[in-house]
């Protein structure tokens, strides 16, 4: 079993920046090797990709909104996976989860939710104008 829990949302200024933590207990060893991402939600809308990593950080996905902008990182030794949010705007605002999947090697498939079986219960990043 996985337990994803996310850390560091908050409010934060338009333009301003945040650092995203999804820390991870259980089967360590197995999280390890799996690919993770991040995902997030506004209200009334529908979940969606943000970035994604492989289990050894040598592939990396994001989403179009947010390219240039965030960069997703994993230290296997801590468990953990971040999300480095630069140039926050508005529309970042969202409930973000951390989401880690039981296979590696998922390449071009970790935008799509249903390769993720474990979840965090999300945290909420505020933009303001």
């Known amino acids: 079993q996985v337990q994803l829990v996310e850390s560091g949302g908050g409010l934060v200024q338009d333009g301003g920046s945040l650092r995203l933590s999804c820390a991870a207990s259980?089967?360590?060893?197995?999280?390890?090797?799996?690919?993770m991402g991040w995902f997030r939600q506004a209200p009334g809308k529908d979940r969606e990709f943000v970035a994604g990593?492989?289990?050894?950080?040598?592939?990396?996905l994001y989403a179009d909104p947010v390219k240039g902008r965030f960069t997703i990182s994993r230290d296997n030794a801590k468990n953990t996976m971040y999300l480095q949010m630069n140039s926050l705007k508005p529309e970042d605002t969202a409930a973000y989860y951390c989401?880690?999947?039981?296979?590696?090697?998922?390449?071009?498939?970790?935008?799509?939710?249903?390769?993720?079986?474990?979840w965090g219960r999300g945290t909420q990043v505020t933009v303001s104008s």
């Open positions: 259980g089967r360590t060893w197995t999280l390890s090797r799996n690919d």
């Open positions: 989401a880690a999947s039981s296979q590696y090697r998922i390449g071009q498939r970790m935008s799509q939710q249903h390769v993720y079986d474990f």
């Open positions: 990593i492989s289990w050894s950080g040598d592939m990396t």
